[in-house]
């Protein structure tokens, strides 16, 4: 009975593995799935080892003996294709569909393999307390085990050699040795049959591998560490950023407070005009300050705030040149050629147009040491827009076509580490790539290697139009209606419908704006608000105006989409006028128009 021992060893550590492994919860992926197979099948052909061995110790060869050591064929076989099974998988693991496609085709294989046992010999040796197997079968499941055991090897040393450098290495290096030790087990079993290693080990192997998979535990506290430290660099990043900005305040209050003190008593109209403008100037400068604060407190709810502020263009233009100027080395020019017949007031959210031009321009600056960087401005104006086209060229080291694709397919969406980032001058390539989008332009690049960058940013922004021409009169008379919507291609198509009406659209993407609107005194002949806003929905947002305003009776429409119109009347009887499909926008927009205006 001396040859039971190591099958009973088997079986105990077996039972060890499957009771802690299935003790806990564990995370459910193709890892731990592949290892709970490894450890079933592992478990099972322990337990029909050491039943072979018991019957043939108690009663010999009896007839049906032979075909369970064909069962027991079978459950090596798989044990060692799940085995392989798992290094397929922590070793392929970017390519699903190859790794699908083998396991198909060896399962197939296993399937044929184990039927044939049936059909082929099987000879059973019980003599002198040596107990083994030979024959035909046995020839067959050793040369695929033999093949199943190469391809392990290859892939573990794929593996260890494409991670020379990395920390998944702890995963390979023990499936390399027991790799190893599979096939020592093999070579002892060959020489000195009565030594049953095999289904030791398998167990030991099992064992082994158990503190390589995947450990939820260990999983669950680093994923904690990581949030933790996020939310410990957002939390100070905003202190920071909010202390700064407080200080930041205190300039431009100070200088309309000396500013205003200077024209108590002024009776020279040049002296007080000059002051207003100074007044003007400093009291935008805080605004924009103001929408940065509100830009970083918004950062839990993961997306950009685009304000509508009116900015001039060459202003923000020179101040984006002074900045590039100062880092210049002695040896790059730096051009402008910048149209003369831009509006001189423009609308759109410049904080964030001049981080774009900023970070192009900081890039230029950083790769080019010799030649020149030119700036270039266009426009196209089309009634009330203007199209900007800013093109920067340098001179600088270039891109490679890996580094053009990785910016040109970067995803528009913005994620928590970029919102951090936002409230710096100089932004990342990427990040001014997702800005730029979030307002409604695109940017285009040409780049060669050793020969240069050419930038050409487009954006589309809306001209202030002076009330003090010539039209005054007929533009004060215009009706005005304000659309609310935080769908950036909506208040983009509602701009388009708009030109064919004797109209002043105004748009907003912030309910609380138009909120501050009607408690300022502002009127409006028409409101349209987005049903599904965030974060006041258009019920909440009607809701607020009728608290700040008594007697609230300007005309407000709800746009809804497809899936609400059959609740239309709802929306009538909570206080709404009427409606507009979003599907039927322009139909629909029409007859709001010409019901109200």
């Not at 391809?151 to 290096?173: A, D, E, G, H, M």
């Not at 506290?221 to 407080?246: H, Q, R, T």
């Not at 922004?461 to 909506?490: A, E, G």
């Not at 659209?505 to 028409?526: A, C």
């Amino acid at each position: 009975m001396n040859n039971l021992y190591f099958p009973i060893c088997a079986v105990l550590i077996n039972v060890l593995i499957l009771v802690v492994f299935y003790s806990k919860k564990r995370i459910k992926s193709d890892e731990t799935k592949a290892y709970s197979n490894l450890i079933i099948v592992g478990f099972l052909e322990s337990v029909v080892a050491s039943i072979l061995v018991i019957l043939m110790n108690l009663y010999g060869i009896p007839t049906f003996i032979y075909n369970i050591h064909r069962v027991d064929y079978i459950l090596m076989l798989f044990w060692v294709w799940a085995l392989f099974n798992y290094v397929l998988i922590v070793s392929v693991n970017n390519n699903k569909k190859i790794r699908n496609t083998i396991q198909k085709i060896t399962v197939i294989i296993n399937v044929i393999v184990s039927l044939s046992f049936f059909f082929l010999d099987v000879n059973v040796i019980n003599e002198n307390g040596i107990i083994d197997t030979n024959g035909t079968a046995m020839n067959v499941l050793f040369a695929v085990l033999a093949v199943y055991v190469i391809l392990i090897v290859i892939l573990v040393l794929k593996s260890l050699i494409r991670n020379i450098k990395s920390s998944t290495n702890k995963k390979f290096i023990p499936l390399f040795v027991l790799a190893v030790m599979g096939i020592a087990s093999l070579v002892i079993r060959s020489i000195a049959p009565e030594i049953l290693l095999i289904s030791l080990v398998s167990a030991y192997a099992d064992l082994i591998m158990f503190f390589t998979i995947e450990n939820p535990d260990v999983k669950m506290i680093y994923e904690l560490n990581k949030n933790k430290k996020l939310l410990e660099s957002m939390s100070e990043e905003k202190s920071n950023f909010l202390f700064s900005m407080s200080q930041e305040t205190k300039e431009p209050i100070n200088n309309i407070i000396e500013v205003k003190n200077m024209l108590d008593g002024e009776t020279n109209m040049e002296n007080i005009n000059k002051g207003l403008k100074i007044i003007e100037n400093n009291a935008r400068g805080l605004k924009n300050i103001i929408n940065n604060v509100l830009d970083i407190s918004n950062l839990n709810s993961s997306k950009l705030v685009v304000s509508q502020d009116t900015y001039n263009v060459y202003t923000l233009l020179n101040t984006c040149l002074k900045n590039a100027q100062k880092n210049l080395s002695s040896n790059v020019v730096l051009r402008d050629n910048i149209s003369k017949n831009i509006p001189e007031e423009l609308y759109g959210d410049p904080i964030k147009l001049k981080q774009v031009i900023a970070s192009i321009l900081a890039n230029a600056v950083k790769f080019t040491k010799t030649g020149y960087i030119e700036v270039s401005v266009n426009e196209i104006v089309k009634y009330d827009v203007c199209r900007l086209i800013i093109e920067i060229e340098d001179s600088g080291v270039g891109m490679t076509v890996e580094k053009l694709n990785e910016l040109l397919k970067s995803n528009s969406d913005l994620e928590d580490t970029d919102l951090l980032k936002l409230d710096s001058l100089d932004v990342d390539l990427k990040l001014a790539f997702k800005i730029i989008k979030k307002l409604g332009g695109y940017i285009n690049i040409k780049s060669e290697e050793q020969k240069g960058s050419t930038f050409t940013i487009v954006i589309d922004q809306k001209i202030k139009v002076n009330k003090d021409t010539y039209y005054s009169k007929y533009l004060f008379n215009q009706k005005k209606v304000i659309v609310v919507s935080d769908k950036l291609q909506t208040l983009k198509d509602l701009n388009g419908l708009s030109s064919k009406y004797d109209i002043e659209l105004l748009t907003t993407m912030h309910g609380n704006d138009l909120i501050q609107r009607i408690k300022d005194g502002e009127s409006f002949d028409l409101i349209i608000l987005e049903d599904e806003m965030k974060p006041d929905s258009a019920y909440a947002v009607l809701g607020k105006m009728q608290e700040v305003k008594e007697g609230f009776k300007i005309p407000t429409i709800v746009m809804l989409k497809k899936d609400k119109e059959s609740i239309k009347k709802h929306y009538v009887e909570d206080g709404f006028d009427g409606y507009i499909r979003k599907e039927s926008l322009e139909e629909d927009f029409d007859k709001v128009i010409k019901k109200y205006i």
